[in-house]
């Protein structure tokens, strides 16, 4: 009997997913149905996004698992209709080292004072002198598979990175904490934060006016995890006193960012359409249809979603 699959992401993704889907499912031997459409009772697994038209998945009653084109799942994590297996999207060679390049390009971008010699229409020969070494600490807030690569990174830099998680950890070249009090020492060391937490309700407003007044005066925030992540009027203040020297944001509450939000025309913020780093079809679609290939298997599925969690 065939395994059926319903793509049920945004319909402008077809077009980018189904060559790759299709050689990554050849591959496994499986006799499959691919499709966008199919009899709700007949689909086995659902390749899924959450601005997708499926919201109710009542109808699939002989679904196996749901698996996400996206590492955020918090449009979809709390949907009392999904209870099969969830897992989301973990891609190395794509959104992994999307991200990583974002991250230390940014990063790099304010530890070098990269602005002073890109932005100089006044044609200023002041030779300010340049960092000695890369002896910035870094701080990475959540440490799972984007803040782990993008953390080991900058430590590789010569950065050095201490990073926050909800459960103890161990990471070779970071140094790692966790709880309450990890959070504070994370932030009074870090004069580069970089926030790659997921958007649960443990984590919203991570970064308030209390934890941004733990930083060392004139840090810097990167933030491409996703907009609740930080109070943003809280911001706003930290970056009128200095406290923060420059924030790039890359998610935000609203996304399009509406057009009159302040971060638009603050002189110290630095915006990104929600670009820091996408999915990238081949890739993504290996480590789809590996789990399609798994539980077909009897194999566990990877990167199940913790419901309890939120992530
Ligand atoms: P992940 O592997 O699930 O890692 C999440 C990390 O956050 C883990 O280390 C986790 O701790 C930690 N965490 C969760 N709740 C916490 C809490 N209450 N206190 C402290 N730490 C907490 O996620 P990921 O794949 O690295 O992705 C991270 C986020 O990046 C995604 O959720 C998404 O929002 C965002 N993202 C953005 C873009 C973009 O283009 N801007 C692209 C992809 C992803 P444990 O290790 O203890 O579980």
Redesign the pocket.
């Known amino acids: 009997m065939s395994v059926n699959i319903l793509f049920a992401a945004h319909a402008t993704r077809w077009a980018d997913y189904e060559t790759p889907l299709r050689n990554a499912l050849n591959d496994t031997g499986l006799d499959y149905r691919l499709a966008t459409d199919l009899p709700a009772d007949s689909v086995d697994y659902i390749i899924y996004a959450p601005n997708s038209e499926v919201q109710d998945f009542t109808p699939f009653t002989r679904l196996k698992a749901v698996l996400n084109l ?5 449009d979809a994590v709390g949907n009392p209709t999904l209870t099969v297996p969830f897992a ?1 999207m ?1 891609d190395d060679a794509g ?1 992994t080292q ?2 990583v390049e ?1 991250v230390t390009g940014h990063a790099l971008r304010h530890h070098l004072g990269m602005d002073a010699h890109i932005v100089n229409p006044d044609h200023q020969w002041s030779a300010k002198a340049p960092p000695v070494s890369a002896d910035r600490p870094v701080g990475i ?8 690569a993008c953390g080991q990174a900058l430590s590789r830099l010569g950065f050095p990175v201490t990073g ?4 103890a ?1 161990s990471v070779d070249g970071i140094t790692c904490l ?1 709880g309450a009090d990890g ?1 504070r020492e994370t932030l009074r060391n870090s004069q580069i934060v970089i926030l ?5 309700p ?2 919203q407003n ?1 970064l308030n006016a209390e934890t941004l007044a733990l930083l060392p005066h004139g840090a810097f925030v990167l933030n ?3 907009g609740p992540l930080i109070d943003d009027s809280a911001l706003l203040d930290a970056l009128d006193s200095g406290q923060v020297a420059h924030a790039t944001l ?2 935000f509450r609203t996304e399009p960012l509406p057009r009159d939000h302040p971060f638009w025309s603050h002189p110290s913020v630095t915006v990104t359409p ?5 999915t990238r079809p081949p890739s993504a679609a290996r480590a789809v249809v590996e789990n399609i290939r798994r539980s077909e298997a009897g194999e566990p599925l990877l990167h199940l979603v913790d419901r309890d ?3």
């Open positions: 996206w590492a955020g799942v918090e989301r973990v959104l999307g991200m974002w807030l959540g440490l799972g598979e984007l803040g782990t926050w998680s909800r459960t950890k966790h959070l790659l937490l997921p958007d649960t443990a984590t991570t491409p995890g996703r890359d998610v929600h670009i820091a780093s996408q969690a939120g992530y």
